[in-house]
């Protein structure tokens, strides 16, 4: 069973794709409403709702810390955790490339739905579908999400000069942990992606004090920052001495050159809170594991302009990064 | 000893910064060139010029290996590309210069092209070994920190016999171009921050001729400590007028540098003309390939000749790799050149002058 490759068959709607719903997806994804295996679910929602979707096409797809499986889940929970919802239904995609093996697959979606369970979310919906060679070496995931809006955090004009910026997590380990497990860049390290759950960090502080929230992921915490500023009329202080990042992501981000502000996450995101709530906010976080590593990093402030405080006390400049993250020569 | 976190140390940065205050003579204009891509960007990265007084200025030069690549050399590469079946390894940087038509390796490669990044030349040879059936072409920019590593590579290859493995031949080494910006009568530097890697293999001979000239020559590493110091050590030989070459990155760097690097250098490559983009060509300053490496020359396995050709109207990477002018002072800076949008190579590479100033002012 080990060998056995996936092959056109299970995209097409026979017996076969009707073989891998019951036996792989129902398995993982097991819940009364998926079961029900109707064209599209029913879903008994009350209140205003938000509404995400995302796709994932990682490389590698499995790698130290997770997979593509693990990362569409919390990915998508994120997105809405982060806009102030509840996550409550995902729908899950998958687009598999003919001859990948059926065992990896099973493998991504008992993770999808391990994630699922953990994070308290259901996967309600989906679709399969197998694509023949075409270049594409691991499959593709789509989902969307819906969630119960507890408290709009998406809010531009929440924001004020003198809120505090709290940073949830150390970052840059899921970009490093990535580049570091690409094809011929032949790098041996330990790091893990940190891909996580963010909904306890709202659970727990129940979102006093939050004028805003953003997941940090592609183009990191700097990307967040230069958004966030180009949309208001503010601007940022970062102190560089406060940002939380591991020492062996540190040194391989100086080897390759990379700014570990501008490197992916997926287990980190920034609060923008009250001054005067920010360090009972800190405390709360803190006292929840995808948070343990949480950190007041800076401030808003009224000059348009996203800047760091290094460790000599100079002040330069966050850009919005732009494209590729490439290695550096020597 | 933490070798980033101790050297960013920030109470001794401070102290540091008091001494370069007190020490600098208001009367003097320090001016001091560093001409390491790595510590252009440092030097941004941590602030730098921000913390210092008004007379210690710090001028970036000719040390982004990309960037002092000419145009004939980069548009040869498209050439190689667009008119072989090659598969074209190189370093990150290079997949975001543009070639005369306006088009750069990412480009080329969302067009089919395969093009791969790699950080060592060794898994270069490694790759044309695993697949004998394709033809690889690498990419072989940089200074003396990079050479012996490309040199190795065809050590290696000629050793397996392998055929399907050339490599363009791009380096450049310091000395040279050290002279030609002593000799610049528009230039008035005071000292150098010296290159901190290139100084690994090299060591300290290469610099004498700066001390000897009346500047002051610090090797230097990259991190806030190592270029706070050598500013301090900079300043203080323009101070007494005793010039000499000082190592302060003895922790990495040894005085004799690597005698075995060089050795390896040596036994492949030989002192060849190169043109510099900026600074023109320059007798003895590029690493050209010996006759007995010469079947792994791509320029010459491939039938392509390095055009010269001219700079793109109104970009000034030359004056800016001189030292002439800041980056802001072109005036292609920030409207039509752009990291998402570079027209010269100082903007595209990470390490390039305008890229830094851009990214971190």
């Known amino acids: ?330 | 000893m933490k070798l980033i976190t101790d050297f960013r140390n920030s109470e001794l940065s401070l102290r540091l910064i008091r001494k370069i205050e007190d020490e600098s003579v208001s009367e003097c204009n320090y001016s001091i060139m560093e001409v390491c891509g790595t510590h252009t960007v440092s030097i941004f990265k941590y602030g730098i010029r921000s913390v210092l007084p008004e007379n210690v200025e710090l001028i970036s030069g000719p040390g982004c290996p990309v960037c002092v690549t000419s145009q004939g050399e980069i548009d040869a590469i498209f050439r190689i590309v667009n008119n072989n079946d090659i598969s074209l390894l190189t370093f990150g940087d290079l997949m975001k210069v543009t070639g005369s038509n306006g088009e750069n390796l990412i480009d080329l490669r969302s067009e089919g092209k395969d093009i791969r990044v790699l950080l060592s030349p060794l898994d270069a040879v490694k790759t044309a070994a695993r697949e004998p059936d394709r033809q690889f072409v690498f990419v072989g920019i940089g200074f003396e920190t990079t050479a012996p590593a490309i040199a190795s590579a065809l050590l290696e290859a000629k050793k397996m016999g392998i055929s399907n493995f050339s490599i363009l031949p791009y380096c450049k080494t310091m000395p040279e171009v050290l002279g030609c910006l002593l000799d610049d009568p528009k230039l008035d530097i005071k000292g150098f921050l010296c290159p901190g890697h290139v100084s690994v293999v090299t060591g300290k001979k290469i610099f004498q001729p700066l001390a000897q000239r009346g500047r002051a020559a610090v090797i230097t590493g990259f991190e806030p400590l190592d270029i706070l110091s050598s500013l301090l050590h900079i300043i203080r030989q323009v101070n007494s007028g005793d010039y000499c070459v000082y190592n302060n990155y003895s922790r990495v760097v040894d005085n004799a540098g690597n005698e075995k690097a060089v050795q390896i250098m040596n036994t492949v490559f030989k002192p060849s003309p190169a043109f510099w983009r900026g600074l023109g060509e320059l007798d003895g300053s590029g690493l050209g390939l010996k006759e007995e490496f010469s079947a792994f020359n791509s320029l010459e396995k491939f039938n392509v000749k390095v055009p010269r050709i001219n700079e793109k109207k109104g970009c000034r990477c030359g004056d800016v790799l001189k030292g002439y002018i800041r980056p802001n002072l072109c005036p292609l800076y920030g409207k039509q050149c752009t990291p998402e949008n570079p027209v010269g190579p100082c903007m595209v590479s990470s390490e390039g002058a305008c890229a830094a100033y851009y990214k971190f002012n």
């Open chain 1, 1 to 330: 069973m080990e060998d056995k490759k996936i092959t056109s068959a299970l995209g097409s709607g026979g017996k076969s794709t009707n073989d891998f719903v019951k036996d792989i997806i129902c398995k993982h994804f097991g819940n009364n409403i998926l079961e029900n295996l109707g064209d599209a679910a029913y879903l008994d929602m009350k209140g205003e709702l938000s509404f995400t979707t995302d796709s994932f096409v990682v490389e590698p797809e499995f790698f130290p810390g997770g997979d593509i499986g693990k990362l569409s889940v919390y990915g998508t929970c994120n997105d809405l955790s982060v806009s102030g919802a509840k996550p409550k239904f995902l729908s899950f995609s998958l687009i598999i490339p003919e001859g990948y093996k059926f065992s990896d697959i099973e493998k991504i979606v008992e993770s999808a739905g391990a994630a699922a369970k953990e994070a308290g979310v259901q996967i309600v919906c989906g679709d399969t579908k197998v694509i023949s060679a075409s270049g594409l070496k691991s499959p593709l995931v789509n989902t969307a999400g819906i969630g119960v809006v507890r408290k709009k955090l998406n809010d531009y004009s929440k924001i004020k000069a003198g809120d505090k910026i709290i940073l949830t997590s150390d970052i840059a380990r899921h970009g490093m942990c990535i580049i570091s497990k690409r094809e011929g860049l032949n790098i041996e390290s330990k790091i893990e992606s940190d891909c996580a759950d963010l909904n306890p960090l709202f659970e727990v502080s129940d979102y006093k004090g939050i004028n805003f929230a953003r997941d940090a992921t592609r183009g990191g915490v700097a990307a967040v920052l230069n958004e966030i500023s180009d949309k208001t009329d503010l601007g940022f202080l970062v102190d560089e001495a406060q940002i939380p990042l591991r020492d062996d992501v540190k040194y391989l981000c100086e080897f390759l050159g990379f700014d570990p502000l501008s490197v992916a996450n997926e287990g980190a995101a920034l609060l923008i809170v009250d001054s005067a709530s920010a360090s009972q906010i800190l405390d709360k976080v803190k006292s929840v594991k995808v948070g343990e590593n949480a950190a007041l990093i800076g401030e808003v402030c009224s000059e348009k302009k996203v800047m760091l405080k290094t460790p000599i006390g100079g002040i330069r400049n966050v850009e919005m990064p732009v494209g590729e993250l490439l290695p550096r020569i020597c």
